[in-house]
């Protein structure tokens, strides 16, 4: 069965800095590309950063320059740094595969990041 946990999110202040991570099981970890995904309310869900397997990333204009992703295969753990959060920011956070594929028939939780200004 497939399980993707999402942690770290909570509520700071413009500028501040929270960490996510996501345990993921039942799913080949090591040769999937991840990403993490948002969706603020009333917004669609949008893709904020991936990393290919062998580490290479990508990230949305928005968040570039401030947004780390990482993996740690040996976990099947993915993280993401967020520093300068803004209060756009603000959203459900997800991890999943980049693009659509067999996982995104299981969406974790989430994990709430609010910003205030």
């Known amino acids: 069965q497939v399980h993707l946990v999402e942690s770290g999110g909570g509520s700071v202040q413009a500028g501040g800095s929270l960490r996510l991570s996501c345990a993921a099981s039942?799913?080949?970890?090591?040769?999937?590309?991840m990403g993490w995904h948002r969706q603020a309310t009333g917004k669609q869900r949008e893709l904020v950063a991936s990393?290919?397997?062998?580490?290479?990333?990508t990230y949305d204009d928005s968040v570039k320059g401030r947004f780390t992703i990482s993996r740690d295969n040996a976990k099947n753990t993915v993280y993401l740094q967020m520093n300068s959060l803004k209060p756009e920011d603000t959203a459900v956070y997800y991890c999943?595969?980049?693009?659509?594929?067999?996982?995104?028939?299981?969406w974790g939780q989430g994990t709430q990041v609010t910003v205030s200004s």
């Open positions: 999943n595969t980049p693009i659509r594929s067999m996982y995104w028939n299981y």
């Open positions: 990393i290919s397997t062998g580490g290479t990333t």
């Open positions: 039942g799913i080949m970890f090591s040769i999937s590309p």
